[in-house]
């Protein structure tokens, strides 16, 4: 069984690495997924999660390593990994913040051999595409990389990723005014019935955005008025009704509105798109390797509570206000903060366990789909 206080293994470091990324604390995941990969170099799951980690810092040298790893890893073996498809994903995606747009097109030819529902994309091959035919194979100021020899996957061996790969701080990325590197927030709330996801990019337009919305993936991509393109791509925490969900182009923001396919609470935005449980506690795991980006909160003790609440025969608001009581009596200081914060700004209609977003600015105060808040006077 996985030691969630003192990880010891590999599989335990990377459960902890997913945690810390959904709280979109990328430095510390880096850290987990190194440790994972000291303890075994060809974890391919966790090279991938570290690109992941590595593209959200702005890290594109070292994400491109761990994804090329990942993928060789995958060629190497008898049968290609599900993985691959993701491995290609963020190789291209580092590729193409590197100015290298052929060879990030390539990548994403390539993974969509082999996932070609994967989120995100033909939207990526679309954006290469543009910046070919404007720029060339490269972008302004960028050189050819040398050409490795090919060699045949019956006789390569995986390359030994190295424990811990440090960061070059003079690295700069040529002409950064081609490169995509926004800097844009999203946030979300729920209903009883939806999901509703915000992306806070002001004046867009319909023929600037495209949002791909699958049962358990929801991906947003835009070309920004700076001329750099903008992509959101969610591993849902559980699954939705695409075909009911829609989306709204504001002044001030793009919003998702997510149809659940059950009516329960969910504790977080992404996971592996399994099936909640009542009350929106997360499915134990079938193996001792949690799904990449699940949220890894043990709600256990609250899907008992929930249960005895069940055969109690509590309904509608009181049985939720009981809910987040317990769930409020769980938690540590950090989260409380975060729930008594956003609840008294956003006047009540907002209620978070983020501190990481909470604590930047001021709650907005959302009220519920139909409803107007005014003061009270």
């Known amino acids: 069984m996985a030691n969630k206080e003192n990880p010891t293994t590999a599989a335990d470091f990377y459960s902890k690495g997913n945690e810390a990324f959904v709280s979109e604390t990328y430095s510390s995941a880096v850290e ?77 030819t390539e993974g969509q051999k082999l996932a070609d529902r994967e989120a995100g994309l033909v939207q990526w091959m679309s954006w290469c595409d543009e910046k070919i035919k404007k720029f060339g194979d490269f972008a302004p100021g960028v050189k050819p990389e040398p050409i490795k020899e090919v060699v045949n996957k019956e006789e390569a061996a995986p390359p030994k990723p190295a424990a811990t790969t440090p960061s070059d701080p003079n690295t700069a990325i040529p002409d950064p005014n081609a490169m995509p590197v926004p800097k844009i927030s999203h946030d979300w709330y729920q209903t009883e019935t939806h999901v509703v996801v915000e992306v806070r990019i002001k004046k867009m337009s319909a023929d600037q955005c495209k949002i791909e919305m699958a049962d358990t993936s929801l991906s947003v991509s835009a070309n920004l008025p700076s001329g750099s393109e903008y992509s959101l791509e969610l591993d849902l925490a559980h699954p939705v009704l695409s075909l009911q969900s829609s989306y709204k182009i504001l002044s001030t923001k793009i919003e ?55 055969d109690e025969k509590k309904e509608g608001e009181a049985a939720l206000n009981e809910m987040f009581q317990k769930i409020y009596g769980d938690a540590n200081d950090e989260v409380k903060r975060a729930m008594n914060k956003s609840f008294q700004e956003s006047g009540g209609t907002v209620l978070s366990t983020n501190w990481n977003d909470i604590g930047k600015e001021k709650t907005e105060v959302k009220p519920p789909d139909g409803m107007e808040w005014k003061k009270w006077e």
Do not use: Q
């Not at 987990?32 to 810092?57: G, N």
């Open 32 to 108: 987990l997924y190194t440790s994972a990969l000291s303890l075994e170099p060809h974890f391919a799951d966790c090279l991938v999660a570290r690109a992941h980690a590595y593209i959200k810092s702005d890290k594109f040298d070292l994400a491109k390593n761990d994804a090329d790893i990942a993928i060789d890893i995958s060629r190497a073996s008898s049968e290609t990994s599900p993985i691959a498809a993701k491995a290609f994903l963020r190789s291209g995606v580092a590729s193409f913040h590197l100015g290298r747009y052929k060879e990030a097109k390539n990548c994403f």
């Open 256 to 310: 998702i509105k997510l149809k659940k396919a059950e009516g329960v609470r969910w504790s977080a935005l992404e996971g592996d798109g399994s099936a909640p449980l009542p009350g929106g506690c997360v499915p134990p795991p079938t193996a001792t390797v949690k799904a990449p980006y699940a949220s890894g909160r043990d709600w256990s003790a609250i899907e008992k509570n929930l249960a005895a609440e069940a």
